[in-house]
């Protein structure tokens, strides 16, 4: 896709080699601007990690913006409600490959008549509520973490461990993202209040906002910071301490043993962006049903974007003055782990915290790869130190008594191998296959 | 089709990432041969023309050789195994300059042949992988087929690679190692009319052994720069080195002999210090991780050195090739632990 060079202001990983964040550097100064809704929106019943929540609207219905259009599923703890992100029409529900798993998955097309008002909850005072409801309003509100996992929140707001820490990740690693950095510009007091609310809920003694902006950068939101107890904790430049695995390492100097999670050693990480969520969903009574977002293109440059969730890539790419004719293929989120699709129609997701779009011009490198030299530069660079070469020689072999000694589940995907690989391979298939693997000989 | 199934086909999803770095392979050889370059003009400097020509001969044998392969490839429509002929032009010039000064021109073209046709195409065709480092396979194999002529009566007219005057040498006693060290003293700087002592003229200007190795100073400080720039397997680099001093201390501490003058010897000696940075690093023959790596460099010091005081004819290169074929296994040990398993750290 991009190949792009060293410059002076770059993340530095291990053995020296640097991820490029032109991409990012052409963003930060670019403030939030607000899509209006599209025509049409496509609203898949499933944007979070779970199973798909139940239609309860007809084709025909007539929909209120912030109205829930999918219900979770009875007994089901993780699912988390779909909401209308506009006033509209439901004209059908359909099924359409998911972005984020390749299989077909139901989605509802709602016919815009106008963009409402969202405002379907009722706005809560927090020292009127008990902890449990302010999760149930979280989760009532259709809140997954949208750092780009869409983890649903609830259940990381339960956690059935004391906490001690909470971090709250504003890392922007992803090379390609500059919408934290905005967001603690622009909705500084609403993210503050929104980490508070996180911090009540859990209850913890620290919280720690993991940014990798410089002193006196973000003034203002640092004086907010400050003000209410919060550390800022500067993490360095570099793009795999992003991960939630690694940021508790750099942060606390705490290493999460290997198929345990951040709880297990008495922290929590939630993502900025979530925190913005949370306060709204709280303290305005508004479901999850926009986001902020970088766009790039070359043409374009990065563009600070508000959307709302179901709006088609297409719809954005008029907004900006463009079509889809002039591109080949996007990738939605990091584009370093997010998928990358070639259909404009295809809608954002509560977890799409970017769109980058490729003309046929700018070449996909990963196409035709050279056969392995062993460099190792794979090895190098991996930031939880396993061996993605050896795991790809195994997993081609189907050797998963190999593929356990490698350590292949301690993987977090994050894609450093495949970027700095000079045959240009790109392992992530055959690490993620071999995880299923193991899953299956599991099972 | 129906429409749907259209959607589902351009829904297609393609794995992560989308990024890369732009460093290629191509650009990886280009840069190592780059660094191979500086040490040819400099044992040029020292070697004279013959050199410049072992090292036109191999660099283009290789390169025809890799040519008409391509054409071939090309012609057949078959996979073409190497697109550009970079990682050619690095093998031609390692072949160059791992070759001994006193080789005959036709010895080199075979070593360069053999290692183009036999070990850099034909091994990665039928293995899918090298093994082994193609220049010093090549090497052995020939060397196998040269030790022959020791028995003829004239071996160095027949095309002997290695001098037969070698395997009378004595290098456990301090007096025979002193006494083998003459044809490094007859090292001079001719345009400053100086004549340099054994120890100075093996780190610096040495008219015998390897061509690449005309320079020891140069190519440590070269190959050090390609290890940084170019991030070689260092931990091969270091342990050997480390190793072969190590052990150049010991036995001169033994022989009570002059100690710069072993360790000049054992470490400076282009057989070992040019194989050192350019051949035992070649990636796909050498393991990946790091501990493992370790393990190979001293290894490699150990069978160097005792082949060497053995008087072994390609002491160093034979060495080579065994590890190379211990390489399989030494990629089963030595793995890190990764992150979540260092208890030192938390993990379990
Ligand atoms: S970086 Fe690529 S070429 Fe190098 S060892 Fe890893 S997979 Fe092989
Ligand atoms: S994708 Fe996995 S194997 Fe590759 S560098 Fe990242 S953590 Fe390591």
Not at chain 1, 198 to 223: C, M, N, W, Y
Not at chain 2, 102 to 118: K, Q
Not at chain 2, 327 to 340: A, C
């Amino acid at each position: 896709m991009v190949a792009h060079r060293k410059n002076d202001y770059n993340f530095k990983e291990r053995g020296r080699f640097e991820v490029d964040i032109s991409m990012k550097k052409t963003a930060v100064g670019d403030p939030f601007t607000i899509v209006p809704p599209a025509e049409k929106m496509v609203l898949f019943l499933r944007q979070h990690v779970g199973r798909e929540t139940k239609p309860i609207v007809q084709p025909g219905d007539p929909v209120k913006c912030g109205q829930k259009i999918g219900e979770i599923n009875e007994g089901d703890p993780w699912s988390v409600p779909v909401h209308s992100p506009v006033d509209g029409k439901i004209v059908t529900i359909k099924k359409l490959s998911h972005p984020l798993s390749g299989e077909e998955e139901n989605a509802v097309i709602i016919e815009t008549t106008s963009e409402g008002q969202n405002s379907s909850l009722s706005p809560l005072n927090p020292n009127d509520v008990s902890k449990e409801q302010l999760v149930e309003r979280v989760r009532e509100a259709g809140i997954v973490g949208l750092g780009g996992a869409s983890f649903p929140t609830h259940v990381k707001l339960t956690p059935n461990k004391k906490l001690s820490h909470l971090i709250i990740n504003a890392k922007e690693s992803d090379s390609n993202i500059a919408c934290d950095f905005r967001l603690m510009v622009e909705k500084s007091r609403e993210v503050v209040n929104g980490i508070l609310l996180i911090a009540k809920i859990l209850d913890v003694t620290h919280i720690t906002f993991a940014s990798r902006t410089k002193e006196g950068q973000t003034p203002e939101f640092d004086e907010l910071l400050r003000e209410n107890n919060i550390t800022i904790a500067r993490i360095r430049p570099n793009y795999s301490v992003g991960s939630e695995r690694l940021l508790v390492k750099e942060v606390l100097n705490k290493e999460i043993p290997s198929g345990k999670f951040p709880p297990d050693v008495g922290v929590v990480v939630h993502n900025i962006a979530t925190a913005l969520a949370i306060s709204r969903a709280v303290y305005n009574g508004e479901a999850l049903i926009s986001r902020g977002l970088t766009f790039y293109s070359k043409k374009t440059g990065g563009k600070n974007l508000w959307v709302r969730m179901g709006t088609p890539i297409n719809h954005v790419l008029s907004f900006l003055g463009m079509s889809s004719g002039e591109f080949e293929r996007y990738v939605l989120g990091s584009i370093m782990m997010g998928p990358l699709v070639s259909d404009p129609s295809l809608p954002i997701l509560k977890a799409t915290s970017g769109i980058t779009a490729f003309t046929r011009e700018e070449r996909d490198p990963y196409v035709n790869p050279l056969p392995c030299i062993r460099c190792a530069y794979c090895n190098i660079v991996c930031p939880v130190f396993i061996y993605p070469q050896l795991i790809m020689e195994a997993e081609k072999k189907g050797n998963v008594k190999a593929l356990h000694k490698l350590h292949v589940v301690d993987c977090i995907e994050c894609g450093l191998c495949s970027y700095v690989c000079p045959s240009r391979i790109k392992l992530t298939p055959y690490l993620v296959g071999g995880k299923r693997r193991i899953r299956e000989k599991k099972e | 089709m129906n429409t749907d199934e259209v959607k589902f086909k351009e829904y297609q999803v393609v794995q992560p990432p989308h990024l890369y770095m732009g460093f290629t392979k191509d650009e990886l050889m280009l840069k190592t041969f780059f660094l191979l370059s500086i040490i040819a003009f400099a044992s040029v400097v020292i070697m004279g023309v013959n050199a410049f020509i072992h090292i036109i001969t191999a660099l283009g044998t290789v390169l025809i050789v890799h040519n008409l392969i391509h054409s071939y490839q090309k012609w057949k429509g078959y996979r073409i195994t190497y697109e550009s002929p970079t990682s050619p032009m690095v093998a031609g010039m390692i072949v160059g300059l791992s070759m001994p000064i006193a080789s005959t021109f036709e010895v080199t073209a075979g070593v360069a042949f053999i290692t183009i046709l036999v070990f850099k195409y034909g091994q990665g065709k039928y293995f899918q992988r090298k093994y082994l480092n193609p220049a010093a396979a090549a090497k052995v194999l020939l060397l196998l087929l040269l030790s022959i002529m020791l028995f003829f009566e004239n071996p160095l007219s027949t095309g002997m690679i290695f001098h037969p005057h070698h395997l009378e040498l004595n290098l456990f006693t301090n007096e025979g190692f002193i006494e083998s060290m003459w044809i490094f003293q007859r090292a001079v700087l001719p345009f400053l009319g100086i004549r340099l002592p054994a120890t100075q003229s093996l780190m610096f200007w040495q008219t015998h052994g390897w061509i690449g190795g005309a320079c020891g100073i140069l190519v440590l400080i070269v190959g050090a720069i390609g290890a940084y720039w170019l991030r070689y397997k260092w931990r091969i680099i270091v342990s050997s080195l480390i190793s072969m001093t190590l052990l150049s201390i010991t036995i001169a501490l033994l022989t009570g002999g002059d100690i710069l003058l072993r360790i000049a010897f054992h470490v400076f000696t282009g057989s070992f210090i040019f194989m050192v940075f350019f051949m035992a690093t070649e990636p796909q023959s050498t393991p990946m991780p790091g501990k493992s790596q370790y393990l190979f460099g001293i290894s490699l010091a150990i069978l160097t050195f005792i082949l060497q005081l053995f008087n072994v004819l390609g002491g160093s290169i034979i060495a080579l090739v065994l590890l190379n074929i211990a390489t399989p296994f030494l990629d089963k040990v030595g793995f890190k632990k990764p992150y979540g398993h260092r208890e030192s750290k938390g993990g379990k």
